[in-house]
């Protein structure tokens, strides 16, 4: 875009340049362009550019006639009151005439005008005009000019209106049912709103280029064809992503019969209390939840009670060092709990030893956070 930009900008340019009439002059284009001016300073304009005029139209020559003394156009109020408008008087075409006035007329060969003039309309068959008016007459005219201008800053200035009666019209016509729940424009409409007329100006620069260069409008086509796929690739792999996790909403705290629900330090307590009463099954279920429920409160995997153990060993990343002795808990916990074996003090001991390990995140194995699978 910015070689278009800059192309575009260089032809403008060389447009410019070689179009004629457009060429700014220091004679119809002074340094300052236009200045402030009161009315009496108005009035002192014309003034002087009367005296100019007159002194040129007697000498000729390139001091009198200098266009420079024509000074800056003026920018005079036309209106009272505390915001006045303005009117923008302009001068460029006495800095031309002065500009001619340096060259004296030449004589007119009456004759040979006249001659030309008759083949002239012998030949088209239309009427010739009237003579180019010579510049001793247009000086003339300038003078008559500045002398009516003069004149029109004698009239009185009308007051700026305070359109009242436009105000009340339109107090009426926004009270109207129409207009009855206008709102200003949000911070978010006005930023869609300059989104698509940025993105309108680009593709108004590409399709005026669309048509010299076809490639270009090859690699738009399947450029936006490759962004829709890589899109729905990207939106099916989070939608295949968030099944596999079976992800829930995130909240402040656990979901409702989730492990992590219940304080890990709670089904420790059970643990110890089923122990001391030799209940070795029930308590290596009490570790067992103890340690889900730990590893669960430090965000390993979302919470969710509906999971199995197999899940609960299956989120885990196989890198993770915590895995083989969650591992070894579930074995346990699945053949004496589900698999209704009789436990003894051994199988209890062994597995107080793993869910220690990964309560407090030290032992052989067990350091540092882990990843869930994905």
């Known amino acids: 875009m910015r070689f278009l930009a800059l192309s575009a900008a260089v032809v403008m340019t060389a447009f410019l340049a070689s179009a004629p009439g457009r060429a700014d002059t220091a004679a119809d284009q002074p340094s300052g362009h236009w200045r402030d001016a009161s009315l009496q300073d108005y009035r002192d304009h014309l003034l002087a550019l009367t005296t100019l005029v007159e002194a040129c139209a007697k000498a000729r020559d390139t001091k009198t006639c200098d266009p420079a003394q024509v000074g800056q156009d003026d920018r005079i109020p036309i209106s009272n009151g505390a915001n006045p408008d303005h009117r923008l008087i302009r001068y460029g075409w006495l800095r031309v005439l002065l500009s001619d006035a340096q060259d004296k007329d030449k004589p007119a060969d009456d004759s040979a005008a006249k001659s030309a003039k008759s083949v002239k309309e012998t030949i088209t068959g239309e009427p010739t005009g009237p003579p180019k008016p010579t510049t001793t007459a247009l000086l003339q005219d300038a003078e008559k000019r500045l002398a009516y201008d003069l004149a029109q800053t004698d009239s009185p200035m009308v007051p700026t209106s305070a359109h009242t009666e436009e105000r009340d019209a339109m107090k009426q016509v926004l009270a109207g049912r129409d207009f ?47 962004a829709v796929c890589v899109a729905l690739v990207w939106g099916l792999l989070q939608l295949e992503r968030r099944w596999r996790m079976r992800l829930i909403p995130a909240s402040d705290g656990p979901a409702a019969g989730a492990a992590s629900a219940r304080d890990w330090q709670l089904w420790l307590q059970d643990a110890h209390q089923a122990a001391s009463a030799g209940l070795w099954r029930e308590a290596i279920h009490y570790l067992y939840w103890a340690s889900i429920s730990r590893l669960e409160s430090r965000r390993l995997w979302p919470a969710d009670r ?68 994905q």
């Open 180 to 226: 009855r729940n206008l709102q200003d424009p949000t911070v978010r409409e006005k930023f869609l709103e300059k989104l698509r007329a940025w993105l309108s100006r680009i593709l108004q620069s590409i399709s005026r280029v669309v048509p010299q260069s076809v490639w270009i409008g090859r690699i738009i086509f399947w450029g936006f064809i490759i």
């Open 306 to 373: 509906a999971r199995t153990p197999r899940e609960y060993l299956a989120l885990v990343a196989a890198e993770d060092p915590r895995k083989p002795g969650l591992a070894t808990l579930t074995g346990s916990f699945e053949r004496f709990w589900y698999g209704g074996r009789s436990a003894a003090q051994s199988d209890y001991l062994n597995a107080e030893e793993l869910a220690t390990a990964l309560i407090t995140g030290s032992g052989a194995g067990i350091t540092g956070q882990g990843s869930v699978a």
